[in-house]
């Protein structure tokens, strides 16, 4: 029976004609469903032709799908989330009430820490952007500082939730696939985190520098009274996001604390704010529309919708189905021959499997991937030069995990823009922990190697 194996030129040509449609989709702006789904189409067909069975193919496509269920219920949540937040005045009460006690100095290095920290307790990355995440967001547009460095600060803070947070589920699938403890893998990160964390405060403060001057408080004030003029406002709808983190602190599941969140704020739409159940039904299928007699105010308070989320559905099982056949065809084997080498020193291991994290998760635009891979390629190598379970858990975290937000086809990208409208192209320069965090990883990494190389010359002469 001839081996079932895709050569290196059909495995170049399906990297190429997927890069390809990717790329046209963004630049034309083509849903990327349709990249998605003709790159997956174009790969199944150079598995069949190299003898693959199309009932594994499919099976494997279908599975993955399945295992996403959760998933795409947190999405569309997502935007059932947006809609009845800023229907029942959640959003615009922390908007009204931040415009009083939050001066527009260095916003921005205050929106990063306090995303950060409020990440790290929800344990979801696109689940704090989509609810605290957007009123920072509307609170920096109302001080008039660019949307996309306000969100670069926001994203940044929230991916801390997917790297190192206690209850975030591709943290858990991190330490789960290592054989890590928690506690072993935070001795391991801290190592790169605080670096990374540090670095981004001070980067983030000069940029907030930048914008220091640019808050308008006479348009703020008018922001307050049409506010507070087009709807009722109560420090009590502030108990909203605090009953949100509490439940997350608590382990209750995204879905099930977003289903809380998403019922109690359409109750209080109905019976606080006066909403029709009809409006706020059509505002949580097609997203809420605010009112308040100005244009540049009501864009600010106004998004969400479950349909909306429709499309970022299709484009996950796109890239799901191109995922599982990529890994079902076994072709990125001859990457990984190439990559790694039996005579790899401790830092080269390292490197390469960060790097390899970062490709997988750029080529599949699903961290999953970009975790689960690499882990299972080197875990035994790891092992064979004595490094530590936790080392290998946070070269991927750092790589892998933090920069998915950056590429405009990568479904968190995807999510934010549906979100807030706004392109991981304008905002990932800003995006600035992101990007950092495998540079400090890398340059940690060296420098221990040094330690290491040092301390073994010494032992020798002596």
């Known amino acids: 029976m001839r081996e079932k194996k895709v050569s290196m030129v059909g495995t170049i040509a399906i990297a190429a004609v997927t890069f390809s449609l990717i790329a046209m989709a963004i630049v034309f702006n083509i849903s990327l469903v349709f990249a998605f789904s003709a790159a997956s189409l174009f790969t199944l067909v150079i598995l069949l032709r190299n003898g693959y069975d199309p009932k594994e193919l499919g099976r494997s496509v279908l599975e993955g799908i ?71 967001v509307t609170i920096g547009n109302g001080f008039m500082l660019p949307t996309h460095v306000t969100l670069g600060a926001v994203i940044s803070g929230a991916f801390i939730a997917d790297k190192i947070a206690p209850i975030s589920s591709l943290n858990n699938l991190t330490l789960g696939i290592t054989e890590s403890s928690y506690l072993d893998y935070i001795k391991a990160a801290i190592k790169t985190l605080l670096p990374t964390i540090l670095l981004s405060t001070v980067i983030y403060y000069l940029i907030g520098k930048v914008y220091v001057s640019s808050g308008d408080m006479s348009k703020v004030h008018e922001y307050q009274t049409l506010i507070q003029n087009s709807m009722v406002t109560s420090p009590y709808l502030l108990l909203f996001p605090i009953l949100v983190i509490i439940l997350a602190f608590y382990g209750v599941k995204t879905i099930y604390n977003m289903s809380i969140g998403v019922a109690l704020a359409a109750l209080v739409g109905i019976f606080v704010q006066k909403i029709s159940p009809a409006v706020l039904i059509k505002s949580i299928l097609w997203g809420y529309e605010s009112q308040t007699g100005m244009a540049e105010l009501d864009a600010l308070v106004s998004g969400g919708g479950l349909m909306r989320m429709v499309e970022i559905v299709f484009i996950i099982t796109g ?9 079902k065809g076994n072709l990125l084997k001859p990457l990984l021959n190439h990559l790694f080498k039996d005579e790899d020193s401790r830092f080269a291991l390292i490197a390469k499997t960060g790097l390899l994290s970062a490709l997988i998760t750029t080529a599949t635009c699903d961290q999953t991937a970009g975790i689960i891979i690499p882990v299972k390629t080197t875990k035994d190598k790891f092992a064979e030069r004595n490094i530590e379970p936790a080392v290998l858990a946070r070269t991927v975290a750092d790589t892998g995990t933090v920069i998915a937000p950056l590429m405009p086809w990568n479904v968190n990208a995807i999510i934010v823009n549906s979100i807030l409208g706004i392109s991981a192209l304008q905002y990932a320069p800003f995006a600035v922990l992101c990007f950092i965090n495998p540079l400090v990883m890398i340059l940690v990494e060296y420098v221990i190697s040094l330690k290491r190389k040092n301390l073994s010359m010494e032992a020798s002469r002596s």
Do not use: D, H
């Open 66 to 136: 399945k295992e996403c269920r959760s998933l795409f219920a947190v999405i569309l949540m997502m935007g059932a989330t947006v809609s009845t937040w800023l229907a029942s005045g959640v959003v615009p009460n922390i908007v009204y009430y931040a415009f009083s006690y939050v001066q527009p100095f260095n916003f921005i290095v205050l929106a990063f820490l306090f995303t950060l920290i409020l990440a790290y307790v929800m344990g979801t990355a696109v689940g704090t952007i989509s609810t605290i995440g957007l009123a920072m």
């Open 319 to 327: 890239s799901v189905a191109l995922s599982c056949l990529f890994e």
